[in-house]
């Protein structure tokens, strides 16, 4: 068939109305009649819109080369997992052994397919976070991010906040932990104890990093003081072998990666699920896990996994067992750190000083007084000065069980022994004597 214009098309239309024939209509035009019956008959039908030429294939919506199961597969995936994208969705096309060998629509495919299907989420531009440490990380496990996600209620088990570590190097998702928080609210923030049972469990599959960075949270910093004191956790981790290092005050970016993993997580196992107790929504994080490491593409690693890009991430660089903490932990880290800091306090009505939320208690003489605080190397005692008054007291708190904390109980198991009722904080120590006790490396 000859072609023709919307000038003609609309001509057919106007003279065939006029009760001319096709064979007249196409003497005047100059075209077959052939062509003049199409475009007659595609106006009687569709009104001036069927006058629009379509070239090229009929349009029958993304995904119409592929079985229709495959669709279905989709639908269903991302009905029961909203959160699931385009690149999650193909990944898992792919992981399906049923569907080996088969041909399968690829990432801008499966985007066009839910935007058809009115399955798409809104999302928001995003732009590239400036890395802040003035040396990046060069190897696997030489520095972790840490943070915890605002707290959400998920059925059937509580309000919870999402404790996400990663290895910045590798961009290996090392650990997402639901720390419980209340049942119908959030009575209570992630504590210390909290955080040590996190990276308790990090550290026991993972082994020891050189450092952990962090934010301003009071549980890493001191940040009610203008001279802060190292915190409990900040200790046990010096003690540990593991530098703490903070990002700037009210900047999150500073732990991009982290804070865009909050979101990964939210999308990849909380969205629409249902999670029969706190320990299997644990056991749904533990085995997404693998899926986010080894499957779904990394767009910052060239679209390779993690541990596929990275598979020597799964070895660790210092081993860590939770029955070895005690030997582990090495005090002289400690003291050099606390040696090199000054701090400043205001002493009260009766002449007592807090530090490290420890009260010091000085005596009548030092009521109200300005005190300077530093801690002597030499014999590991805290120097008290004020004018020319000083005096010179053991470091509370900076023993090994004190550090310790909750797990000095745990390597006793003879004294270990919880009364009823059992309340959270009892709750998560039988936990964590379960989950350490079951993780192997």
């Known amino acids: 068939m000859a072609t023709t214009n919307l000038q003609q098309r609309v001509m057919i239309k106007e003279l065939s109305m006029s009760g001319m024939t096709d064979r007249e209509i196409g003497r005047q035009l100059q075209i077959s009649p052939y062509t003049v019956r199409k475009w007659r008959r595609k106006a009687k039908a569709q009104g001036s819109a069927g006058l629009h030429s379509r070239m090229g294939r009929p349009r029958r919506g993304a995904m119409s080369t592929y079985p229709p199961h495959l669709a279905d597969r989709l639908r269903s995936w991302r ?27 690829g990432e801008s495919v499966i985007t066009r397919w839910l935007r058809q299907e009115n399955l798409s989420r809104r999302y928001e531009k995003h732009s590239s976070l400036p890395a802040v440490c003035t040396s990046p990380a060069q190897y696997c496990h030489e520095e972790w991010e840490m943070d915890a996600r605002g707290h959400e209620k998920i059925p059937d088990v509580g309000v919870i906040s999402l404790i996400n570590v990663n290895d910045v190097f590798s961009k290996a998702k ?86 865009r993993s909050h979101q990964t997580w939210q999308h990849q196992v909380l969205d629409g699920q249902q999670f029969g107790s706190l320990l299997d929504l644990f056991h749904t994080l533990t085995g997404r896990r693998h899926f986010l490491n080894y499957s779904l593409p990394c767009a910052t690693l060239g679209e390779v996994p993690p541990l596929v890009a990275y598979p020597q991430a799964t070895t660790p660089h210092r081993i860590y067992r939770p029955e070895w903490e005690s030997s582990i932990l090495d005090l002289s880290r400690v003291h050099a750190c606390l ?20 009260s010091y208690c000085l005596g009548r003489d030092w009521i109200r007084a300005e005190v300077e605080i530093t801690l002597d190397a030499a014999d590991q005692h805290l120097v008290f000065r004020a004018g020319d008054k000083q005096r010179h007291l053991g470091v509370k708190g900076l023993s090994i069980p004190d550090l310790m904390g909750e797990q000095s109980m745990r390597v006793h198991p003879d004294a270990f022994q919880l009364a009823l009722p059992f309340t959270w904080n009892q709750w998560r120590q039988l936990q964590a004597c379960q989950l350490l006790s079951s993780t192997t490396l």
Request: hydrophobic share 35%; proline share 7%; net charge positive.
């Open 79 to 105: 009905k029961a997992h909203p959160g699931w994208g385009p690149k999650t969705l193909q990944t898992e096309l792919e992981n399906d052994k049923h569907l080996q060998g088969q041909r399968l629509p």
């Open 174 to 259: 090392i650990l997402s932990y639901p720390c419980y928080l209340g049942k119908q609210r959030a009575s209570r923030h992630p504590s210390t104890e909290d955080y040590q049972l996190t990276l308790r469990l990090a550290f026991t599959e993972w082994g020891l990093p050189n450092r952990l960075a962090v934010d301003h949270d009071s549980v890493f910093f001191d940040n009610h003081s203008k001279s802060p004191f190292p915190t409990h956790l900040h200790l046990w981790l010096l003690a540990l072998g593991v530098d703490l290092t903070f990002g700037r005050m009210g900047q999150p970016k500073d732990q991009a990666m982290t804070e």
């Open 339 to 358: 040696s090199q800091g000054r701090w400043f306090r205001k002493a009260s009505n009766i002449g007592a000083v807090s530090l490290g939320g420890t």
